[in-house]
């Protein structure tokens, strides 16, 4: 078992920026593939980034170049660090690990105003 616990959501002008975090327990950290993912109102889940055991880094196009995925094996944490935030970006963001089995966290609200 594992379990994620997001953090760091909020309300955020558009151009601005934010960090979320996803703390996670139940399983060696530093042998998880570490995703995050986002869902707007009335849209399906879409995937943002990875961060592979090994450090390896993937995003969506929509971000790229915008956020920046990161990983803390010594706090067992992983970071999505959201730059020049636009309305679109608004969503609930969710991390979760495949890992083992399918494991997601609770979600955490992004809110980009105009």
């Known amino acids: 078992q594992v379990q994620l616990v997001e953090s760091g959501g909020g309300l955020v002008q558009a151009g601005g920026s934010l960090r979320l975090s996803c703390a996670a327990s139940?399983?060696?950290?530093?042998?998880?593939?570490m995703n995050w993912f986002r869902q707007a109102p009335g849209k399906e889940r879409e995937f943002v980034a990875a961060?592979?055991?090994?450090?390896?880094?993937y995003y969506a196009d929509s971000v790229k170049g915008r956020f920046t995925i990161s990983r803390d094996n010594t706090k067992n944490t992983v970071y999505l660090q959201m730059t020049s935030l636009k309305p679109a970006d608004t969503a609930v963001y969710y991390c979760?690990?495949?890992?083992?089995?399918?494991?997601w966290g609770q979600g955490t609200q992004v809110t980009v105003s105009l």
């Open positions: 979760q690990t495949t890992t083992g089995g399918t494991y």
């Open positions: 139940g399983r060696t950290f530093s042998s998880l593939h």
């Open positions: 961060v592979s055991w090994s450090g390896s880094t």
